[in-house]
Nanobody, 118 residues
Framework: QVQLVESGGGLVQAGGSLRLSCAASGRIFSPNAMGWYRQAPGRTRELVAS???????NYADSVKGRFTSSRDNAKNTVYLQMNSSKAEDTAVYYC????????????WGQGTQVTVSS
């Protein structure tokens, strides 16, 4: 059983920084990717960033140049460094782990609230 535990959410002023962390545990096969989705009230869940085991990253256009995602493979942990925060970044952020083991298996964290005050 794979579990993901997030930390680091909270309140930040516009223009400020926040760092999210997500640690995965359990049977984690390769290849895999980890990253973050977010969901704001009344909106669909959207991909924010993803990182493969080799460090290849992918970002939503809305966060490029402001957010950076990285991972520590030894710790099965992914990070999201949020800089130059905007009010529109306010959402619940969900960590994910996608494993390709024949089929695709997705695992999710419980979500952490990020609120950017303007």
């Amino acid at each position: 059983q794979v579990q993901l535990v997030e930390s680091g959410g909270g309140l930040v002023q516009a223009g400020g920084s926040l760092r999210l962390s997500c640690a995965a545990s359990g049977r984690i096969f390769s290849p895999n990717a980890m990253g973050w989705y977010r969901q704001a009230p009344g909106r669909t869940r959207e991909l924010v960033a993803s990182v493969t085991e080799t460090g290849t990253t992918n970002y939503a256009d809305s966060v490029k140049g402001r957010f950076t995602s990285s991972r520590d493979n030894a710790k099965n942990t992914v990070y999201l460094q949020m800089n130059s925060s905007k009010a529109e970044d306010t959402a619940v952020y969900y960590c994910f782990l996608r494993i390709r083991n024949g089929a695709l298996y997705d695992y999710w964290g419980q979500g952490t609230q990020v609120t950017v005050s303007s």
